[in-house]
Nanobody, 122 residues
Framework: QVQLVESGGGLVQAGGSSRLSCVVS????????MGWYRQAPGKQRELVAR???????DYADSVKGRFTISRDNAKNTVYLQMSSLKPEDTAVYYC????????????????WGPGTQVTVSP
């Protein structure tokens, strides 16, 4: 069974920084599509940053220059370093992995973590 578990987040003042981590556990094969989404109250879930095939990175326009996604393949961990945080960054942040196999041959179209709250105070 593959699981994604986020950590980090919490309450941060505007202008501050925070780092989120997501560990993927289970017997997985390479995950090419992996990243972070967020959902603010009353809004749809939106892409924040993600690795795509070939290690390209997509960032939402709203976070470009402020957020950095990275990963440690040896630890099956993906990170989101957030800087210059704004109140509008307040949301539940979700880790996501897509279109991969585990070692039993089971295919996962998409897997999500339970989410971690990030609250940015003015």
């Amino acid at each position: 069974q593959v699981q994604l578990v986020e950590s980090g987040g919490g309450l941060v003042q505007a202008g501050g920084s925070s780092r989120l981590s997501c560990v993927v556990s289970g017997n997985i094969l390479n995950i090419n599509l992996m990243g972070w989404y967020r959902q603010a109250p009353g809004k749809q879930r939106e892409l924040v940053a993600r690795f795509t095939s070939g290690d390209s990175i997509d960032y939402a326009d709203s976070v470009k220059g402020r957020f950095t996604i990275s990963r440690d393949n040896a630890k099956n961990t993906v990170y989101l370093q957030m800087s210059s945080l704004k109140p509008e960054d307040t949301a539940v942040y979700y880790c996501n992995a897509e279109r991969f196999f585990d070692t039993t041959g089971r295919y996962y179209y998409a897997a999500w973590g339970p989410g971690t709250q990030v609250t940015v105070s003015p």
